[in-house]
């Protein structure tokens, strides 16, 4: 199976950026559906973002449209998720996941329960 480690959580003024790694490790990378959730104190985990194995197709939480960008280098085994204009309702736990599904279209893999592999996460804090 799949192992997932992130980095580059951190703490940040509202308004600057931060980008998260998701490194990989166990299988061969270029078979995972790749995506980022996230979890605030209190409430449920939800999406932020997935790329497909292939690295073409790419969705983004509203939320996220225009300041979250989500990619991968296959020659380093990483998923990134670059931040920008970051705000205080950003403030939560990012949390790798990885699926070996193979999609082509990747709407359909924006629920937890679409991946069995997650990483440890990493703690996200804006403030104002």
């Known amino acids: 199976q799949v192992t997932l480690v992130e980095s580059g959580g951190g703490l940040v003024q509202a308004g600057g950026s931060l980008r998260l790694s998701c490194a990989t490790s166990?299988?061969?990378?270029?078979?995972?559906?790749m995506a980022w959730f996230r979890q605030a104190p209190g409430l449920e985990r939800e999406f932020v973002a997935v790329?497909?194995?292939?690295?073409?197709?790419?969705e983004h939480a509203a939320f996220g449209k225009g300041r979250f960008t989500i990619s991968r280098d296959y020659a380093k085994n990483t998923v990134y998720l670059q931040m920008n204009s970051l705000n205080v309702e950003d403030t939560a736990v990012y949390y790798c996941?990885?699926?070996?599904?193979?999609?082509?279209?990747?709407?359909?893999?924006?629920?937890?329960?679409?991946?069995?592999?997650w990483g440890q996460g990493t703690q996200v804090t804006v403030s104002s």
């Open positions: 790329i497909n194995w292939e690295g073409g197709g790419t």
């Open positions: 996941a990885a699926q070996p599904t193979k999609r082509t279209v990747v709407s359909g893999l924006r629920n937890d329960y679409d991946y069995d592999f």
């Open positions: 166990g299988r061969t990378f270029s078979n995972y559906d």
